[in-house]
């Protein structure tokens, strides 16, 4: 059913790896910390991650080394050019391994030192909001996100539901508690914890409209944190679903039928709508430039999108654009909180849950600020990371990797 795969109960269960749960050592020089270099893999949605040890306590950017990794393996390179290099560019405190140790945020380069490699929009994100700067913008950005539990050795299925079934229709699972209706709290309280103690920018969680779906909040953040931000919220919530056999779902519409899809509702402000008179920044100037960039937004609004904006469950149609005071069904809503102020922030609710955080904030702040003036070199690039030309496909004129395409030279 759409991406989630259910499988017969007769299939193998493969129990949770119990390694997972057991303690670390801790008893090694304490001078010594553990960095997780964390980057985006070919797919433009996924992470990778590797350990390097220092053999001395890490307080700044500049003390960490560029490091290389394998880019035939995570869908980036081919083999007989394989070198991708990792340049740290954000690092916070480890929340899993405590101490000193860190995690580290890098951007994917080729091995000219300058190329981004593929699923790298960082460098261009960081351009715009750099020649933004003085316009301040601010965002928040509400991830949607599906807890899926093995159901046998290649399925997967939301957590507590039914095998194979459905539980009761929604509309009891918002903001919900007990047992029977929030399916996988502990989780998120250990994702929230574990953020705010790594210095991550979470304003908050809920249990949201479908079962065993839930969200949580980044902001307020400030131009290029917002992508640095979300992006290792994403990972550790990564990390602490494998200590409860849990996998994260960031699929649009992972099930098919009655049931809202995921999305990452992207809040926005600059100075000019949060000073006096603000709402009319907003409506006059910042709405008719969104709509006039319909299309090119909802290209980098995150892929299978079409499946979850469809008009229904809470979301607005992908033909037209729209706006509308606390409009849950518009392409953009308007809080009640920024009408009765007449100044403050706005909800672009066209984002999927799957986007790329860099993608989205980069077109938002290029089309209210810049007046487009980045736009096509960003579909550039996000298109040439949907169609990358090499000839890792062998005999084949294409291979799947994942939703994007590598096409074989001719």
Known sequence: VGSVRCVQETETTVPHDTFTSLSYPENFDPNITLAEYIWIDGTGENLRSKTKVYLERIERLDQLDWWTYDGSSTRQAITHDSEIYLKPVFMCRDPLRKQNHI????????????????????????????EAREHKPWFGLEQ?????????TTGWWPLNWPRGAYPSPQGRYYCSAGTGNAFGRLITEVHLRACLAAGIKLAGLNAEVAPSQWEYQVGITEGIECGDHHWMARYLLSRIGEDYGVDISYEPKPIAGDWNGSGCHTN????????????????????????????????????????????KHETSSMEKFSFGEGNRASSVRIPVYTTERGAGYFEDRRPASNIDPYLVSAIIVDTCCLNGKYRQELLEQYRNCLLYTSDAADDLLCVDLGGRRIIKKK
Not at 103 to 128: H, Q
Not at 271 to 292: D, F, H
């Open 268 to 311: 926005f402000s600059t100075i000019a709508t949060r000073q006096e008179n603000g709402l009319n920044a907003i409506i006059k100037e910042y709405m008719p430039k969104l709509e006039a960039a319909h299309k090119e937004h909802l290209e980098v609004y995150g892929e299978n999108n079409n499946k979850r904006l469809t008009g």
């Open 144 to 152: 949607e996100y599906f807890l899926l539990e093995r159901t046998g």
């Open 103 to 130: 995690l580290v945020f890098c951007e994917g380069y080729l091995s000219d030192k300058t190329t981004p490699a593929l699923g790298n929009f960082r460098p261009i994100c960081n351009r715009i909001m750099e």
